[in-house]
RNA sequence: GGUCCCAUGGAGUAGUGGUUAGCUCGCCUCCCUCUCACGGAGGUCGCACGGGUUCGAAUCCCGUUGGGACUACCA
């Protein structure tokens, strides 16, 4: 009963996700968030819970989700690194409503939304600021006047606090070189593009009384900040690009399901209330609100992620799983280039019961594909002593008596049993011989459904060699 | 060092003055059982500390300690 809850839930957070046009805000304006990675040749774990936050927040408001790409650091930042960020919000399912597509094109009319190609505009705004005497030259950097004077800093999330600014330097916005310095053009691009909800990671919490003091410069509407906690390693430390878990291109090849990783990042810094772990992204979106994030930073825990892999894992469909398992496996050496379907399919289906994560294919399932599979050491000691041998023997001629058609689970246990019996032996006496005869291994998938699977001709066929290989 | 943020078991969280402090992962035990996994029943483990406020604090205030972020002509 409470399994079948959990199955149900974990399927219907499998199903695609349509966009939910949820409320406007009280102010009835229409938000606009936007995601604004740099592209330094990984998509982040943290940057990725950041765009989730934005995304939701834009479904649940049906406001508009815009990507944007923060490239103006020429020494670091390189075109094909975008794509790597591109590939990675697509592979978690967020959609961008304005920016650059998976595909190539661009979308939106606020562009450009690469900060490479926004150079004349941050040029506009310097050059009034000079003008109006709020920004000066200095060792050919050009730095703004902060004001002295205390100011409030509002977030949604982390509460109000006032920011004395009486020590406050003056703040470079363009370098000796004259290109445009981050928060410059952060705060320039917000403005120009409209954007109403500044949602990022807290390490800007400190950075936020600055672009405050700009955008009031400009004379321009501050937008509502939110900053959201940081995703820290298990021993504390913040999280970095060297650590394990970090990139999430990594999750894909590991095997690791989308909505998996999407589903635990949800529950870094935000919770359901409900009780619940594993739900479907139509119901986080439509509960998804700002003021509900935590203040506190979370711990990354892989052991979760792995636990509601596995959730997702079981739930998903052979057809789902098919893809995703063939690129493993072939690329593991597992999978041949050429392949029967049927066969395939009905393997997968009895091993995906079994394990949580695609990454442990290749191991469960060699043994499907090829004849001159590996046997466990230590099994075939305990397992293929003179006793055993001997049901194996004894089984052989059973099975042999068996048609194909006749070569199923159902009357495959039947026979097992009145074997056992017949020979005064526990089935258990006949299932670990026959397992390990068949798959080289002692665990593996339910013995009758393996056999099935493995088919009548195959089944004898191995069970003759490992006899041959292991008597005497 | 300065400024800012944070603080419920090992991890993620629920809880916003009155609960036997709930849930999930992990860990342990038992059950189920052909192994493993799943599932079922239990168990382990917590409000960082010290002061207040209050009839009454996990919940409010202050301090301490601890953790984190920022403090760049990086983003």
């Known amino acids: 009963m409470e399994r079948k809850r959990w199955r149900r839930a974990v399927e219907d957070a499998t199903e695609s996700c349509p966009i939910h046009h949820g409320h406007l805000n009280s102010e009835m304006e229409s938000v606009r968030v936007r995601f604004a990675p740099s592209p330094t040749g990984m998509f982040h774990i943290g940057s990725a819970r950041t765009a989730l936050f934005n995304w939701l927040y834009a ?27 591109l590939q990675g919000l697509k592979w978690l399912g967020m959609d961008a409503d ?39 030259e200095s060792d050919g950097a050009i730095r703004f006047r902060v004001p002295k004077t205390p100011i409030d800093v509002p977030d949604l999330i982390c509460g109000d606090r006032q920011i004395d600014r009486a020590n406050e330097p003056d703040l470079v916005i363009q370098r000796k070189d004259g290109s445009p310095v981050f928060h410059l053009v952060n705060v320039v691009d917000d403005i120009e593009m409209n954007v109403t909800h500044v949602i990022r990671g807290e390490d800007h919490l400190s ?4 672009h405050l003091a ?3 410069a400009f004379g321009a509407k501050a937008p509502h900040y939110a900053h959201i906690p940081l995703i820290l390693n298990p021993n504390g430390s913040k999280m970095s690009k060297r650590d394990v878990g970090a990139s999430i291109a990594d999750y894909k090849e590991q095997g690791y399901l989308h909505e998996a990783v999407r589903n635990y990042l949800c529950l870094l810094g935000w919770s359901p209330k409900d009780n619940r772990e594993v739900l479907p992204i139509e119901e986080v979106i439509a509960k998804f609100d700002l003021p509900q994030v935590n203040r506190s930073n979370a711990h990354f825990d892989l052991n979760k992620l792995f636990w509601i892999n596995g959730e997702y894992f079981r739930a998903a469909s052979i057809e789902a799983l098919e893809p995703l398992a063939v690129e493993i496996l072939q690329k593991g050496g597992v999978l041949p280039e050429s392949y029967d379907p ?11 019961e079994k394990i949580k994560l695609g990454r442990e294919l290749p191991e469960w399932m060699g043994y499907f594909f090829r004849e001159d599979f590996e046997f466990e050491e230590a099994a075939v000691k305990k397992v293929f002593t003179p006793e055993g041998l001997g049901h194996l023997a004894q089984l052989r001629v059973r099975l042999a008596t068996l048609d194909a058609t006749k070569f199923n689970a159902a009357d495959l246990e039947a026979e097992f049993k009145a074997l056992a019996a017949a020979i005064g032996q526990k089935v258990g006496a006949l299932i670990h ?8 291994r002692s665990v593996g998938p339910s013995l009758y459904h393996l056999l099935e699977v493995l088919g009548r001709e195959r089944v004898l066929a191995r069970i003759d060699r490992a006899e041959q290989k292991f008597s005497k």
Not at 71 to 85: F, S
Not at 342 to 352: E, G, N, P, Q, T
Not at 433 to 440: D, I, K, M, N, Q
């Open 98 to 136: 304005e920016g650059p597509q998976p595909d190539g094109s661009i979308k939106g009319d606020k562009g450009p939304y690469f900060q490479s190609q926004r150079g004349e505009i941050y040029k506009k705004y310097v050059d009034r600021l000079l003008a109006e005497g709020k920004a000066y």
């Open 214 to 216: 700009l955008i009031e």
């Open 59 to 85: 479904r649940h408001t049906g406001g508009a989700f815009i990507l944007r790409i923060e490239d103006t650091d020429a020494a670091r930042n390189k075109p094909e690194y975008v794509d790597v960020i």
């Open 207 to 210: 950075n936020t009384h600055k």
């Open 433 to 440: 011989p026959a397992r390990l005869a068949v798959s080289g």
């Open 342 to 352: 049927a066969y395939f399919r009905a393997a997968l289906s009895i091993v995906k």
